[in-house]
């Protein structure tokens, strides 16, 4: 089957433009999971959506970045005036139930460029 | 300091050799560990989980020691498709939110 796909794959933005990623989990996924990598560093995390609950935004690093999900389906990360630090590779990540011990399948990822 | 430390390597391992390598974390409430493996500009993808007892699955060996906070990975009969990153993963809590480490390189030669 389908796993999850991101688009755009690749996208070089001007500073202080906005930009809108979307990620398409897997069918049937409740969980959802928003990362960031920057070059040569470990996945940060950002937002997680789990079913109709309120998500977690504990990991969102300014109030530039916010994110969306329509149900169990489509979820889009915006960001908003965007900066050179915010150049990374932003994957997401779905997994059937969430929760401690479920295996999240990754996308694979968007790499953001800022001028 | 970092919620999850790994050595960054490189580890330069002979094809056919054993390598391992370890990773701390710091929450001690943690309950859940993972490896996942990253290639070079790709998706990380689950390894394997860490149960308490340590678990094997094929040439791969997990161990958990609660006591000390660290998990370790061994590679036994390294093969060259066994060349990427290796990412320890930890639970930061019961909904699923994780934090990973910034991996550690394995570079198996022929």
């Known amino acids: 089957g389908a796993g999850v796909s991101q688009s755009p794959s690749n996208k070089v933005t001007e500073k202080g433009k906005d930009v809108e990623l979307r990620c398409d989990p897997i069918?049937?996924?409740?969980?959802l999971y928003w990362y960031r990598q920057r070059l040569g560093q470990g996945l940060e995390f950002l937002i997680y959506?789990?079913?109709?609950?309120?998500?977690?935004k504990s990991g969102l690093p300014s109030d530039r970045f916010s994110a969306e999900r329509t149900g169990e389906s489509v979820s889009t990360l915006t960001i908003q005036r965007t900066q050179q630090e915010d150049s990374a590779v932003y994957l997401c990540?779905?997994?059937?139930?969430?929760?401690?011990?479920?295996?999240?399948?990754f996308g694979p990822g968007t790499r953001l460029t800022v001028l | 300091r970092k919620e999850v430390e790994q050595d960054p390597g490189p580890f330069n391992v002979p094809e056919g050799a054993t390598v391992a390598f370890n990773c701390t974390y710091s929450?001690?409430?943690?309950?859940?560990f993972f490896w996942y493996r990253q290639d070079c500009r790709k998706e990380p993808k689950l390894l394997m989980s860490?149960?308490?007892s340590g678990n094997e699955d094929g040439r791969f060996t997990a161990q958990l020691n609660r006591a000390s906070q660290y998990i370790s990975l061994l590679i036994r009969d390294s093969k060259l498709s066994d060349s990427a990153t290796y990412l320890c993963?930890?639970?930061?809590?019961?909904?699923?939110?994780?934090?990973f480490g910034a991996g550690t390189q394995v570079v198996v030669t022929p």
């Open positions: 959506f789990q079913g109709n609950s309120a998500p977690d």
């Open positions: 069918s049937g996924h409740t969980a």
């Open positions: 990540a779905s997994s059937l139930s969430g929760g401690t011990f479920g295996e999240q399948f």
């Open positions: 993963v930890v639970n930061l809590d019961s909904w699923g939110k994780l934090q």
């Open positions: 860490v149960y308490s």
């Open positions: 929450n001690s409430a943690s309950q859940s």
